[in-house]
């Protein structure tokens, strides 16, 4: 029907076409040499960092959870005491181990996505905006210090959230969707961000920050999932800021096309005036996820 706004089944399919072209255009650009070159950039220095770490913490963070948790605690000392009678000698070794490794996880993948948000990502807009999205002219510009403060204060509400969380892991399979989740969420927050800085003023990037909110989510969680697998996380960083590169220059140029970057857009018709567009038919209205 003429005018009709589209189903939550078109937009959901909508939003995953986008994700998914994004996605594929990421892969292919990560094939060219000067993005090859530049996976070495975040392995490299994340490698070197939480190497000194370790070197400098390991022993200290494991010897101060043995205390805190095993020595303190009178019923879980007395519990381990007698798992030890029964031959469970080391278990609480591994547990102790366990536990730093569960606290060093998330900081270690805060650490690479901030390390992609500062190093790489001015690198792959460079790269974008000379090649596929020449003709999206650049109405803002690049700052370390707005970069860092977007990722550090998103990783606060990341660590809350994924400290909060720790308790539902022992729930079967919680253990692996809830960090899923909270990593996605927070790669969508910094990496929209970062993806549009340079070339969208203000005005365009909380709209499309806005608008594509549930697509910058769902790509999230794409490539999130890499992480899980063990050969392809050592490409994740670049192949993150090419995907949400890809994804946020084509939205900027579709939105100036129409003319309704700096304001709403109305479903089933012609781009409306900013100052007169309803916030409810908006295609992010549909895309707004939790955030």
Known sequence: MLGA????????????????????????SQLHPRMLALLLIPFVVAVVFWLLVAWMAWDPLV?????????????VRWLFEQATRFGLDGLQGTIVVVMALLLL???????????????????????????AYRDVRRQG????????????????????????SLPL????????????????????????????VEHADAQERGVLIARHRRAYFGLGLLVTALNYVPPLFLITPVLTALAFGHFSLQALRD?????????????????????????????GAHERLAH
Not at 5 to 28: E, N, W
Not at 141 to 164: C, E, G, P, Q, R
Not at 180 to 193: I, Q
Request: with cysteine.
């Open 5 to 28: 706004r589209p189903t939550r089944d078109a937009i959901a399919r909508t939003v995953m076409t986008r994700v998914f072209r994004a996605f594929g255009k990421a892969l292919v």
């Open 141 to 164: 510009s690049w700052s370390v210090a707005a970069s860092l403060w977007n990722a550090v204060s998103s990783a606060v509400v990341f660590m809350l959230m994924y400290v909060l």
């Open 63 to 75: 010897t101060w959870l043995r205390v805190e948790f095993f020595e303190r605690q009178g019923v």
């Open 169 to 196: 892991w022992l729930v079967p399979l919680l253990g692996l969707v809830l960090p899923w989740l909270c990593w996605s969420w927070l790669t969508a927050r910094v990496m929209r961000f970062d993806s549009l």
């Open 255 to 283: 939105a100036r096309d129409r003319g309704d970057a700096g304001g709403a857009e109305a479903p089933g018709g012609p781009p409306m005036p900013a100052g007169n567009a309803p916030a409810a038919p908006l295609p």
């Open 105 to 131: 996880l998330p900081l270690m993948f805060v650490t690479a996505l901030l390390i992609t948000a500062v190093l790489a990502m001015p690198v792959v807009n460079q790269h974008l905006g000379a090649g």
